[in-house]
């Protein structure tokens, strides 16, 4: 790819990025004052808003992926094994707590929000781990 | 895997953004790989070695350590 063409690329994602992060932070608030107001048509709204206000961000990461070079792509494959080791912690803390008594019933939305901050966390440590001096 | 790239690179004055551009992989890229965090694919190694008119083995040194 020519140096102009990679920057406009880049350009492009980094603004693809900023979108979808606005649809992905913004949907679950407009879905739950859909929920909120009670009637089925504004609960189904609020189901497809809710699981689909994600949809564009992990089309943006994985567009990334895909066109990353090598680094990109062992770096998200590294920070999502970390993401998912996480996740696993996360819901099984849940579901022990849970069954010690401590909560009545897990909050799902924390869980998912959890996960995408491990998610994003995982990401940053690895990006951070790969760019230090050995 | 340690490397001559750095110093490889400062001889020609090339910045790290502009070794990705030569070789076709991100700034990030050349960094993890100078900073020995990442190990090249061989055919991002092998690009590097024609870059700079060597073999591998001349910019690449297994750690024997490791």
């Known amino acids: ?134 | 895997m340690k490397n001559r790239l750095r110093e490889l690179r400062a001889e020609r004055g090339w910045s790290q953004a502009e070794l990705g551009v030569r070789v076709g992989v991100s700034r990030q890229a050349i960094i993890a790989v100078e900073g020995e965090r990442f190990d090249p694919s061989l055919p991002l190694a092998f690009k590097l070695a024609r870059l700079f008119g060597l073999t591998i083995e001349d910019i690449f040194e297994p750690d024997e350590g490791k």
């Open chain 1, 1 to 134: 790819m020519e140096p102009n063409s990679r920057y406009r690329s880049a350009v492009r994602s980094f603004y693809a990025w900023i979108g979808s992060m606005i649809v992905l932070g913004g949907a679950p608030i407009v879905a739950l004052q859909l929920v909120e107001r009670g009637t089925l048509l504004a609960r189904v709204a609020a189901v497809v808003l809710g699981v689909s206000g994600s949809l564009p961000w992990l089309w943006v990461v994985f567009n990334i992926i895909r066109r990353g070079d090598e680094f990109v792509r062992r770096m998200h494959l590294v920070a999502g094994t970390f993401a998912f080791a996480g996740a696993l912690v996360l819901v099984s803390a849940a579901d022990w707590l849970v069954r010690a008594g401590f909560l009545s019933h897990p909050n799902l939305m924390v869980l998912w929000v959890g996960f995408l901050l491990l998610w994003l966390i995982a990401l940053l440590g690895t990006q951070r781990y790969f760019e230090r001096e050995r």
